[in-house]
């Protein structure tokens, strides 16, 4: 976490020098010390996030490639005068088991055009969509498989 504070005190400056890079040293350890002490972060929290790095960026690929599917699955009801049966939907899974989980399912859904999260309680989801057939297998989609297997680590 301390390197990518410091990227990001780069990218925002637009250059380096021994002035920026010092200073941004100085920022980022106090930030990044913040980070330790008061919400609860560490050494071990980024080295558990960069073993599952590999896992997570093969969920944000899937997201990407199911992003530009709904895209054309919504062009019918751009282009047409096609009326949408749009539906409310509950759904819960026992899949994805941790809070972190739920809430990138969650977030995945709502990101995929067509379809958002209203609510997520006690792991149940309550999910509106712009046609009834893009609420079908949501306990079951690609995004709980990834992240089933992203909490296996």
Excluded at 62 to 68: D, H
Excluded at 117 to 128: I, N, P, R
Excluded at 138 to 143: N, T, V, W
Aim: aromatic share 12%; hydrophobic share 50%.
């Amino acid at each position: 976490m301390f390197v990518l504070f410091f990227a990001v005190w780069v990218l925002l400056n637009g250059k380096l020098n021994w002035e920026v890079a010092l200073f941004g040293l100085v920022i980022t350890a106090a930030l990044y010390f913040f980070c330790c002490r008061f919400l609860r972060y560490g050494i071990k929290r980024d080295l558990e996030t960069i073993r599952r790095l590999p896992r997570l960026i093969v969920l944000f690929a899937v997201l990407v490639r199911e992003i530009v599917k709904a895209c054309f699955a919504l062009l019918p009801f751009i282009y047409t005068k096609k009326e949408p049966d749009s539906v409310v939907t509950r759904f819960t899974t026992d899949r994805v088991k941790t809070e972190a989980g739920r809430v990138l399912l969650a977030n995945c859904i709502t990101m995929t055009p067509g379809t958002i999260t209203g609510s997520l309680k006690d792991g149940e989801y309550l999910v509106h969509c712009l046609d009834r057939s893009m609420g079908l297998g949501l306990d079951s989609s690609c995004f709980v498989e990834k992240l089933e297997k992203w909490e296996e680590m």
